[in-house]
């Protein structure tokens, strides 16, 4: 069965007054988490997921980083991705498929001024890595079986997503529809807001890999959250930096303590030890649009107690938050 906005909404309208009927009343908690999520009236982007994307607690880790986690689950760890809310529209937008898709949609979606509907509508990819396209199976016939959902690709996130099962069936049976992408070329999704996506240097064994430039009204934001070192980058990050109001950047790892003291030239991520080192210069203004995003399940700065996050801060640098809403 194929389902449409209009059947989704029947749907779940229904069953919501099947399980009214049936079960128990809905936990507090889950009461209030609704009644904070306010629509926004402002075009915004919002934090859905700061973590790497093998997640926290990540598998079969016994460190004191995650050994509590898989009994009791921190909700704020879910894996990088920020939505765009276009309220010229009444529009959202996600970028990054994560494997917690499901909760960062409902989430999105509840900041929107009509959100009976519950879909994006539109998906735009960085790359082909676990973290960044994997929730796209939640749009198959497993799932939703959703149809058309707008999937804005690069041309080898394209291909490789158009040659690989069980990816191609979303294509063939049109739960999705890719959007090509072209490099710094934009993307105007309203008179208000555009996407333009840059190619930067990773691990690329399956696709290209992009970060976005987001412009919205009166503010823009770079979404950077996977890239090798700056240095490899052919433009000049600084002047990057300069150029927009929020710069969410990866900072997968702090040093290299928490690797074991691994060659750290050799990792190909800017550690925050790295970026703090060569940001150091910037103005205080410059460095209070850095947000740190994309972290390991090591990373310390995912402690607000640590010395690692307390030195970020102090350096006047930000560690991004889950549900911070940042004014586009
Ligand atoms: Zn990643
Ligand atoms: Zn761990
Ligand atoms: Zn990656």
Same mark, same amino acid.
């Given at each position: 069965m194929k389902l449409t906005k209009l059947s989704i909404l029947l749907f779940s309208t229904t069953t919501a007054l099947l399980m009214c009927a049936c079960s128990?009343?809905?936990?507090l908690a889950t009461v209030i988490e609704k009644a904070t999520a306010v629509p926004l009236t402002k075009t915004s982007l919002v934090v859905l997921g700061t973590i790497q +994307? &093998?997640?926290?607690?990540?598998?079969t880790c016994k460190e004191s980083c995650c050994k509590n986690l898989f009994e009791s689950p921190d909700p704020?760890?879910?894996v990088v991705s920020v939505g765009l809310v276009d309220v010229s529209t009444n529009k959202t937008y996600l970028i990054e498929a994560t494997p917690d898709m499901g909760s960062q949609i409902k989430k999105l979606t509840q900041?929107?001024?009509?959100?009976?509907?519950?879909?994006?509508?539109g998906i735009f990819l960085t790359h082909a890595h676990i973290g960044h396209?994997?929730?796209?199976?939640?749009?198959g016939k497993e799932a939703? +079986? &959703?149809?058309?959902?707008t999937v804005y690709a690069m041309p080898g996130m394209r291909d490789f997503l158009e040659n690989n099962g069980p990816w191609n069936q979303l294509i063939l049976q049109q739960n999705i529809a890719i959007n090509a992408l072209k490099a710094d070329s934009s993307i105007h999704l309203s008179g208000e807001l555009k996407v333009t996506p840059l190619l930067v240097p990773h691990r690329d064994e399956f696709s290209e890999t992009v970060g976005y430039k987001i412009q919205g009204p009166n503010k823009s934001a770079l979404f950077m959250p996977d890239i090798d070192?700056?240095?490899?980058?052919?433009?000049n990050i600084v002047a990057e930096i300069e150029q927009v109001d929020y710069a969410f950047l990866?900072?997968?790892?702090?040093?290299?303590v928490e690797l074991?003291?691994?060659?750290?030239?050799?990792?190909p991520h800017p550690f925050i030890i790295e970026s703090l080192e060569k940001f150091e210069g910037m103005t205080s203004a410059n460095k209070k649009k850095v947000i740190f995003i994309?972290?390991?399940?090591?990373?310390?700065?995912?402690?607000?107690?640590s010395r690692a996050y307390k030195t970020t801060i102090n350096k006047g640098f930000r560690i991004a938050q889950i549900n911070e809403q940042f004014e586009l």
């Open positions: 128990e009343a809905p936990k +994307d &093998a997640g926290s607690p990540q598998i704020s760890r879910k900041l929107e001024q009509n959100s009976e509907i519950e879909m994006v509508d396209y994997t929730g796209l199976m939640y749009l939703m +079986d &959703a149809q058309h959902v070192k700056w240095e490899k980058w052919e433009r990866d900072a997968t790892f702090f040093d290299s074991n003291k691994r060659d750290i030239s050799e990792i994309h972290f390991n399940h090591t990373n310390p700065v995912l402690d607000s107690t």
